[in-house]
């Protein structure tokens, strides 16, 4: 029988702590690279509802189609309903669809602050809507896209830059 039952050596002891090591760093490391993955993260899921948000606006008529007031309309939409083609809005409900945010925001039905532009490329003075929040934007995660959608005009074919930012509360 043997008397050195029960008893740890040294080559134990160092395999047992480099393996604690080991877990250690691997541990931290994972923990320190985290936040920054999460930061992207939320950043392209607030993207994808800053472009979903803004096909709805851009490439939907609303509900009804020929809607003249945003707060009797059931759903804002910008596309000129006479023509079938894409990234074309109507003037008048570019000029409209923002009379009130608070109106705009219950019927788009955003939990997140948003920010809409829409200028003429040429001449701002033609086309010049903006619709923001009453109060500052937080500081924060923001997503932001940039456009350009066309309109028909008294002198035709016009384009215009519509950009749309969004901020997470």
């Known amino acids: 029988m043997s008397k050195l039952k029960g008893q740890i050596d040294l080559e134990f002891m160092v395999s047992l702590s480099l393996f604690f090591i080991a877990i250690g760093y691997t541990f931290i490391s994972i923990t320190s690279i985290k936040p920054e993955f999460l930061y992207y993260m939320k950043k392209e899921r607030l993207y994808s509802k800053v472009y979903s948000l803004s096909q709805l606006l851009i490439n939907d008529p609303g509900d009804p189609i020929n809607w003249e007031n945003p707060a009797t309309a059931n759903r804002i939409g910008l596309m000129d309903e006479r023509f079938n083609k894409t990234n074309l809005i109507s003037k008048a409900k570019a000029q ?5 945010y608070k109106v705009f925001v219950q019927k788009m039905d955003l939990k ?7 200028r003429d490329l040429e001449n701002t003075t033609n086309l010049n809507v903006e619709c923001q929040p009453t109060t500052p934007a937080p500081l924060g995660l923001e997503a932001a896209l940039r456009r350009i959608v066309a309109f028909n005009d008294t002198t035709g074919m016009r384009y215009a830059e519509f950009i749309i930012k969004m901020w997470e509360k």
Do not use: G
């Open 112 to 118: 997140n602050n948003v920010s809409i532009v829409i």
């Open 96 to 100: 409209n669809f923002c009379t009130s």
